[in-house]
């Protein structure tokens, strides 16, 4: 597998071997579209954040953080399962986050998830380990892969703006689904990760020339 992401080094060689290997990447890199590494904490802690994020604002989950990050010291798997369900929900979590981080901590503290070697095996591999558990969907299993392991090759095909940029980028009539973009996807192994910070950076800039937020 690729070195992690952890250094601008790192990106740069993806970058370069995606320019490679694709053209409509060539010339994205050539208009300056440059993604940013953005790595968050490993572990259970910024798989919670994961979690808690979605679905609601950035706002609100950092709130909630807040609050959660008050009564849950130290962040890990085995004082989480400690806190009362009243207490996660004072905090702002959701019966179904309560639900997910509950079987989260399980799967970690009993051996079945091991969080923070998922970096070190195959993405599609890692993936499926991190589905296993209720309650962690495609999109975060691949957001907790990539941005909090840095796994380059990482990818959440299912992102409505990495499919929207890849629609604009290769001149797509539509905006493809996530089997669809997965496909597309595969002459960027094993750099999929970077091809996905790719797009979102080149998402950005189309919406700015749009004049709509970000």
Known sequence: MATL????A?????LKALAEADPVMARLAAEGVTPQLRKRPPGFEGLAWIVLGQQVST???TAIWGRLRAILEPATPEV???????SLRAAGLSAGKVRTLRALATEIIEGRLPLDGLGDIPADEAHGLLMRVKGIGPWTADVYLLFCLGHPDAFPSGDLAVQEAARLAY???????????????????????VAAKVL??????????EGAPA
């Open 80 to 86: 989480f399962l400690r806190l009362s369900d009243e």
């Open 5 to 8: 992401l952890e250094t601008d």
């Open 200 to 209: 979102w950076a080149y998402y950005r800039v189309a919406k700015a020339r």
């Open 171 to 193: 001149g797509l009539e539509q905006r493809p689904d996530a089997k669809a973009l997965k496909a597309l996807a595969e002459s960027w192994r094993p750099w999929r990760g």
């Open 59 to 61: 706002a609100s989950a």
């Open 10 to 14: 790192v990106l740069k060689r993806g």
